[in-house]
C-alpha cells in the first residue's frame, strides 16, 4: 500500500514464472516474502470474491457467462467487478450480476500485453453503480502499469481494434522489418534489436514531442533521398488501407463476439479450447490483504469444468 513506488514494481507472468499454484506454495523462496506482504493462493474463484475488493474478470469472453454463474451469489455491494474481455458490455454483466447483487459496481476497460512491461495503454467505462471513486481506484492500479484513461463506453471496441491489437500488428511489422534486415545482409539478432529500437524510439519521440505523426515522417525524409522511395512502396502497396482495414476488422470482431455472448450461442468446443489453452499452466488467483483487495480470477469455473 504505497511502500513500493510503481516504477520498482515489475509485473511477472505466473504461466511461465511459476505455472501452478502448487508451485507457488512448494517453493519456500517465492512464497514467504509474498505471504509477509499479505498475497494469498488460491484456485478458487468464489475464495477470491470472498477475500477481494476489486476483481478483475481476466479471462476470454466466453468464459464470462460460467465465471459470473460461479461467482455471483458472493459479489457484494463493496465489490468493484473489472470485466478485460473484449466485447463483454458492462450492461450485459449487470444483468447477469443483478440476480445477486442489486447495484453491482461494473467497470470494463480494455488494456494490452505491453502491460508485463509497465508501458500498457488501458481504457476503461463505469457503469450504472460504479461511481468516480471506483473508477480513479482502477486508473490508480492501472496507471502502475502504463497509459489508463476513461472513454464512454461505445468507444471501447474501437480501443480493442486499435490499441488492444496493437502489439500484435506492430510485432508483425518488426518481425517483416527484421526480415528485411536479414535480406539485406544483417545478422538476425541485430535486425530484430535495431527494428526494436526504431519503432520504441519514434514512439517515444512521438509522446515527447507531441507533434503529428506525418510531421515527424516528413523530418525523416529528405528529398530525393531512401526513405522517400521506401514510403512510396509502402503506399503503393496500400501499407495505411491495411492498418485501417486491421484495426476495423479487430473492432468489429469484437462487436460480433459480444453478439454471441449476449445470445449464450458459445461452442462447447470453444469453452473447451480455451480451457486447454491454459490447463497445464493453472495461474493462480492472487488476493492481497490489504485496503482496497484486488484479485484476478481464473478460468475454471464449476460450470466449464464438464466440458
Do not use: W
Not at 29 to 39: N, T
Not at 197 to 226: F, I, R, T, W, Y
Amino acid at each position: 500500500a504505497g511502500v513500493l513506488a510503481a516504477h520498482k514494481i515489475t509485473a511477472s507472468s505466473p504461466d511461465t514464472d511459476l505455472p501452478t499454484v502448487s508451485g507457488l506454495r512448494g517453493s519456500a523462496v517465492c512464497s514467504q516474502p509474498l505471504q509477509k506482504m499479505g498475497v494469498n493462493f488460491t484456485v478458487s474463484n468464489k475464495d477470491t470474491v470472498k477475500s477481494s475488493d476489486v476483481l478483475f474478470l481476466a479471462v476470454k469472453p466466453p468464459i464470462i457467462p460460467f465465471i459470473l454463474e460461479e461467482v455471483g451469489p458472493d459479489i457484494e455491494a463493496r465489490h468493484i467487478v473489472v470485466s478485460c474481455a473484449a466485447g463483454v458490455t458492462i450492461s450485459s454483466i449487470e444483468k447477469k450480476l443483478s440476480t445477486f447483487c442489486p447495484t453491482p459496481k461494473v467497470i470494463r476497460c480494455m488494456t494490452n500485453t505491453p502491460v508485463i512491461v509497465r508501458e500498457g495503454a488501458t481504457v476503461y467505462a463505469t457503469g450504472t453503480h460504479a461511481d468516480v471513486e471506483d473508477g480513479k481506484l482502477l486508473e490508480q492500479l492501472m496507471a502502475s502499469v502504463g497509459f489508463c484513461t476513461e472513454v464512454e463506453e461505445d468507444l471501447i471496441d474501437a480501443v480493442t481494434g486499435l490499441s488492444g491489437s496493437g502489439p500484435a500488428y506492430a510485432f508483425t511489422a518488426l518481425d517483416a522489418l527484421a526480415d528485411g534486415g536479414v535480406k539485406m545482409g544483417l545478422p538476425r539478432r541485430l535486425a530484430v534489436r535495431l527494428g526494436a529500437q526504431a519503432l520504441l524510439g519514434a514512439a517515444k519521440m512521438l509522446l515527447e514531442s507531441e507533434q503529428h505523426p506525418g510531421q515527424l515522417k516528413d523530418n525523416v525524409c529528405s528529398p530525393g533521398g531512401a526513405t522517400i522511395h521506401a514510403l512510396h512502396f509502402l503506399e503503393s502497396g496500400g501499407f495505411r488501407s491495411l492498418l485501417i482495414n486491421a484495426v476495423e476488422a479487430s473492432c468489429i470482431r469484437t462487436r460480433e463476439l459480444q453478439h454471441l455472448a449476449d445470445q449464450e450461442k458459445i461452442s462447447p468446443a470453444a469453452i473447451k479450447k480455451t480451457l486447454l489453452d491454459k490447463v497445464k499452466l493453472e495461474s493462480p488467483s492472487l488476493s492481497v490483504a490489504s485496503a482496497s483487495k484486488v484479485s484476478l480470477f481464473t478460468s475454471r469455473s464449476t460450470s466449464s469444468k464438464k466440458n
